[in-house]
């Protein structure tokens, strides 16, 4: 059984301190050149009555695309938290397809960073466009910083376990 791990090398499982997050998962990344792709294959509980992927999954999805992967992005390891969200559905998906997006910055204005996704299907068909934005904050509440979450995104090197020596 697959258990929601797409297919390809080098995809890793996101693990947030959030049970909202981790019960709508498992979100999986992989570094895409400088860049986060992030991937979901939808299960049933992420579809509506009518079988197809809830608007509230892809909301969701699209949120953290663009906050978790526009921090390793720009290099900001603090909390991000989302200030405005919006998406628009352009295509239906069913359990078992798999979701994927890749951050892309737009624009900073002051305290506040933008920016857009297009959620594809695994052969690259559009199923939603997401925008937000997220304000630039002092706190890293615990275990939320992109260097906790994404160790090896800024150096692509696997970290070692901790209590492991260099030889």
């Known amino acids: 059984m697959n258990r929601g791990r797409p297919a390809g090398v080098g995809w890793r499982r996101l693990v947030v301190p959030s049970p909202y997050l981790m019960g709508n998962g498992p979100f999986r990344w992989r ?3 400088s860049r986060l792709e992030m991937t979901l294959r939808l299960a049933p509980h992420h579809c509506g009555e009518d079988g197809f992927c809830h608007p509230g999954v892809y909301a969701t999805f699209v949120d953290i695309v663009l906050g978790f992967g526009l921090g390793v992005a720009l290099g900001i390891d603090r909390f991000l938290p989302t200030v405005g969200l919006g998406f628009e559905i352009l295509g239906e998906a069913t359990a078992g397809a ?12 002051d305290d506040v960073i933008f920016g857009n996704c297009v959620v594809r299907d695994a052969a690259g068909g559009a199923l939603a466009r997401g925008h937000a934005s997220f304000k630039f904050t002092s706190r890293v509440p615990f275990g939320l910083s992109v260097a906790a979450l994404f160790p090896e ?12 020596a260099r030889r």
Do not use: H, K
């Not at 798999?98 to 204005?109: D, K, S, V």
């Not at 995104?153 to 492991?164: E, H, L």
């Open 153 to 164: 995104a800024a150096t692509g090197r696997r970290p070692r376990p901790s209590g492991s």
């Open 31 to 33: 570094r895409a050149g």
């Open 98 to 109: 798999t979701l994927n997006a890749t951050p892309e910055f737009t624009a900073r204005a």
